[in-house]
Structures are given as structure tokens and as C-alpha cells.
């Protein structure tokens, strides 16, 4: 009902085939906005409510934007960015009580509509136009608009599905922002779809908070904050002494679960309630995750799988089932849907293409960028991997790949992984420097130490020499180099206080020179 007052109130105020944007919060508003204008009235261009108003201001006028709805955390920066934005005539603030305001506009629609007004409820919807325009910030290139359909999400839903018994009694936990396609797709659209229960988080630092409160069954997330979890768990169960007891619970869990009787509830309770209690299913998207965090989570009896995903494919291509997932796999390639390594090397290893109806239609307004990633209907991801059996593996992106002299390939995230398994390091980023002679490739890592951890080996005052830490670093770096081949090896080591720059979608913005410093 709040949809059909809100749509047709929208094609009254004159919006009909315009784009709307959308920024905000995750919640209730922004939802019935979305849904409101992609199913009848226009397009909706959802924003990056993280980026600065001068990113905002820049993606409204690519976008060509007449409307905006948005929370009142943003009015001041939208209502000033308006007066240089001419197409830009209907500003709606999700909080605002006046006439003008999202609730009683969408009274006056649902008045409307019992007053007789049908034209939002009948519209037609072609399923092959662009109905949604999603901006892309990739970690090294300005952003794409991304066209997408309604054959492209509904589609991407109903296979997606085909993968993961979702039901009615599920409760997810929204914790990604909702312009991010995987939180759109998976976290909102996909429950509805199936009829489950949404609960948002008001925030990260409310998620344990907001997990007790709602218990949810189902929890989609990066692979930052499955770390976080995992490591925050892993403190409290040391700094009880109970490390040996817990691995022990766990190992036995796995055969007696074989024949129904889960250990883990009877004895590991405490851990579970840090989840609410009743978890059941997380995936995790959007980078590479350490298969370890995975199985930890299986252990503990919880189904925790990897999935993969492109804004460009709306966004899911391939996940896991909950039947013989594997956890260095991205999993299947989503039913409906074709894959192909093409350029592969003596390794089998090459650029993953993809090809099906969830591809999007292209970039808005970039015929040759559309091109160059298009090609005979296959769409190049920009990601390097390889398949076994229906099963993808995905070994970095094609653009952060270091070649040496002597042509062999380095894959940062490689290196970043077997980094990222020393409680030591907090966060690394490898790059590629250049020797002396300016003829060869010389690995860096960039590493960011968890200063907890480093406390814990040196103690509190060694851990405030600089030379000390680093001492124990290249420790830590000697023993991954130890099972690498010699192209491979880690040749010198930056040691950074501050956080990385990162993209909205928390990944290291690799090309930016200050992440490269100490």
C-alpha cells in the first residue's frame, strides 16, 4: 500500500520515466522508494550515501537525475547542490512532516488511489530497459553507471534461489549499505522475494548490539566483518583459557552432527549467543575470504559459504551450496548462466567471462567502455582464475597482476592471504617497486600490525620501538617466504600505523600512493 501511494503520487508530481535518486541509511524509507519507482515509475539511481557531497553532486548530473529522496542527515548538502543542478526539481526528505515530505506524500498517493487513480497500479514494465542505475566505484578508475533491467535482477533472484533454501521464518540482519548491489539484490530484494523478515542495522558498531535483539537466521557480509567476528571471538575464547576445550568441542562436533547431535549447542552456547542465537546461514562476498574463517564458522555449526559477484551481473554469478561447498571456491556459476577462461596460461589460469540474462545492459553513456567489456555476449569480469568441474576459483584481478622480468605472474592477493593468516598483521596490501637498476619487479608488502597482537609477543613497551615491531614482522614475512618460489618472495616491508585509504565498499584503494607509505 506504501508503494502504491508513493508511485502514484510520484506519476501525479510528473516523474513518470524520470530517474530518481535514493540516498540514505539503511531503512524502511528508502526500501519503499526503491521499489516504488522501479515498478512503475522511472529509474531509480541509488547513491553512495558514504561519498562526499561533491562525488553526490557530480553522480546527480551524470545520472541526469530530476528527483531525489533522501534522509535528513543530507538535506543541508542536497538542498545547496540543487541550485547547480537545474534538471534537479523535486527534493523529498524522508523525515520531513510537511506537505512536501515523504509520509504525506505518500498518503495523499494512497488517497489517490482509493479515490480511483489506478495509473501506478497498471503501468507496464518493459523487463529489457533500464530500470536501475547503479554507480560503480571501482579502487581505481572514476565511476561506471551500470544499466540494469528487471530481467537482469528477477532473473539473478530466481537462480540465485535455486542455490539456498531460503524461507518465511528467516530473519535476515541488513548491515551493507543498500546502494551496494550485493545488499540490494541478496540482503533486500531476495528475502522479499521469499517472504522473509528484514531487520536493519543501525550501524557497524551496533551489529552485536542488533544481533542480540533481532536473533537473525541469516547474515550477508563482507569479508572484513566475517574477520572481525572471527578474530574478536577468537581473543575472548584465549583470554579465557578455553582455546584447547573449544578446538576440542569442535573437532568432536563433527562426528557426532553426522548422527544429529550437535555438540556445539550444548557446549558452546556462549559463542553462538554473540550471533543471537539462532544463525543459521552467512555468505560472504564482494572480496576473497580466508577458507580457515569459513570452516570455523561450519564448525561451530553454522552454514557459512563464499559467493561471487559483479554490479555488472546484478550482482551474483557463482555461489556455493550448502551441499560439498568449498571453501577456497567461489562455488557454482548461478543455473542459467554460462563461464569461460579465456587467455588461460600453462596453468589454466585466465580472465573469468561470464554470460547470461542477469549481465547488465551496459554503461550509461560509455558505448566504448561497454565495448571493450562485452565481447560476442560475454562479459570480461577483470578477474583472473580458473574452474574444476562446475566449481570456480578466482585468483586475483587481472589489473593489480605484478609481471616480473622474467614473465612469471604475481597475484597480490596471494601474498595479501597468507599474510592476512598471522594474528600479527590487521591489514597488508602488496605492490610492486622497482630494483636499483629499474629492471625488475621487487615485491613490498605494506603491512598495518594488529598492535594487540604485537603487545601480546614483545610486551607493551618493546611494542613502542619501531624496530622491534618490524624485527617481528619480518619474522612473520620469513616464514611465508619460506614456501614461496623465489619470483614470489616478499623483498622488502613497509610497516603502517594509519588505516588504508579504502574504497565505500571497504577495499584498499590499491593505486593510491599513500598506501603505499608507512
Known amino acids: 500500500e506504501d508503494m502504491d501511494g508513493f508511485g502514484t503520487q510520484l506519476l501525479r508530481m510528473g516523474l513518470g520515466g524520470k530517474r530518481i535518486a535514493v540516498i540514505g541509511e539503511n531503512r524502511y524509507e528508502w526500501a519503499v522508494t526503491y521499489l516504488s519507482v522501479v515498478n512503475g515509475v522511472g529509474v531509480i539511481v541509488p547513491i553512495d550515501r558514504e561519498l562526499p557531497a561533491t562525488e553526490v553532486e557530480e553522480l546527480l548530473r551524470q545520472a541526469n537525475a530530476e528527483a531525489v529522496v533522501f534522509s535528513k542527515k543530507y538535506s543541508d548538502s542536497i538542498s545547496e547542490m540543487s541550485s547547480r543542478l537545474p534538471k534537479l526539481q523535486t527534493l523529498i526528505c524522508m523525515d520531513d512532516e510537511s506537505e512536501d515530505g515523504f509520509w504525506p506524500l505518500v498518503d495523499e498517493g494512497r488517497r489517490a488511489v482509493q479515490a480511483g487513480d489506478h495509473s501506478y497500479q497498471e503501468a507496464s514494465i518493459d523487463p529489457e530497459c533500464m530500470s536501475i542505475l547503479l554507480f560503480t566505484s571501482g579502487t581505481m578508475s572514476v565511476a561506471k553507471g551500470v544499466m540494469l533491467s528487471h530481467k537482469n535482477i528477477v532473473t539473478n533472484l530466481m537462480n540465485m534461489c535455486k542455490q539456498i533454501d531460503i524461507t518465511i521464518d528467516d530473519v535476515f540482519l ?10 540490494c539484490t541478496c540482503g533486500f530484494l531476495m528475502p522479499m522475494y521469499k517472504g522473509a523478515c528484514i531487520g536493519y542495522c543501525e550501524g557497524l558498531k551496533y551489529i552485536q548490539k542488533n544481533l542480540q535483539e533481532i536473533q537473525p537466521t541469516f547474515f550477508l557480509g563482507v569479508p572484513l566483518i566475517f574477520e572481525s567476528l572471527y578474530k574478536t571471538i577468537w581473543k575472548n575464547i584465549r583470554k579465557q583459557g578455553k582455546e584447547a576445550t573449544v578446538k576440542k568441542v569442535m573437532k568432536l562436533n563433527k562426528t557426532t552432527s553426522k548422527f544429529g547431535l550437535n555438540l556445539n549447542k550444548l557446549l558452546l552456547k556462549d559463542i553462538l549467543k554473540v550471533f543471537g542465537g539462532r544463525m543459521d546461514m552467512m555468505i560472504a562476498g564482494g572480496a576473497a575470504i580466508d577458507p580457515q574463517i569459513l570452516q570455523f564458522f561450519r564448525d561451530l555449526g553454522i552454514m557459512a559459504l563464499q559467493g561471487y559477484g559483479l554490479t555488472e551481473c546484478a550482482p551474483m554469478a557463482a555461489l556455493n551450496q550448502d551441499i560439498e561447498p568449498r571453501n577456497d ?4 556459476v548461478l543455473p542459467g548462466m554460462e563461464v569461460m577462461i579465456a587467455d588461460k596460461d600453462e596453468d589454466g589460469i585466465g580472465e573469468i567471462c561470464l554470460k547470461g540474462p542477469n549481465v547488465m545492459l551496459g554503461y550509461y553513456h560509455m558505448p566504448e567502455e561497454t565495448a571493450k567489456v562485452i565481447v560476442d555476449g560475454w562479459f570480461h569480469t577483470g578477474d583472473l582464475g580458473y574452474t574444476d568441474g562446475p566449481y570456480i576459483y578466482i585468483t ?13 605472474n604475481v597475484f597480490p592477493e ?14 597488508s596490501m602488496v605492490w610492486a617497486s622497482q630494483d636499483a637498476d629499474g629492471q625488475d619487479a621487487v615485491i613490498v608488502a605494506t603491512i598495518k600490525p594488529d598492535m ?4 601480546a609477543e614483545l610486551g607493551k613497551e618493546a611494542a613502542q620501538d619501531p624496530k622491534k615491531v618490524e624485527a617481528l614482522l619480518w619474522s612473520m614475512v620469513d616464514k611465508v617466504n619460506a614456501n614461496l618460489p623465489l619470483f614470489k618472495k616478499i623483498r622488502r616491508i613497509n610497516v603502517r600505523k594509519e588505516d588504508f585509504e579504502k574504497t565505500t565498499g571497504k577495499k584498499i584503494k590499491r593505486f593510491v600512493e599513500s598506501n603505499k607509505q608507512q
Open 174 to 183: 541488513s548491515v551493507l549499505p543498500l546502494h551496494h548491489t550485493y545488499e
Open 452 to 455: 594487540e597482537e604485537v603487545e
Open 414 to 427: 596471494e601474498l595479501e592471504y597468507y599474510l592476512g593468516k598471522s594474528t600479527l598483521v590487521s591489514e
Open 329 to 332: 571456491s567461489v562455488g557454482h
Open 396 to 408: 586475483g584481478r587481472k589489473k593489480n597482476v605484478i609481471i616480473t622480468a622474467n614473465g612469471k
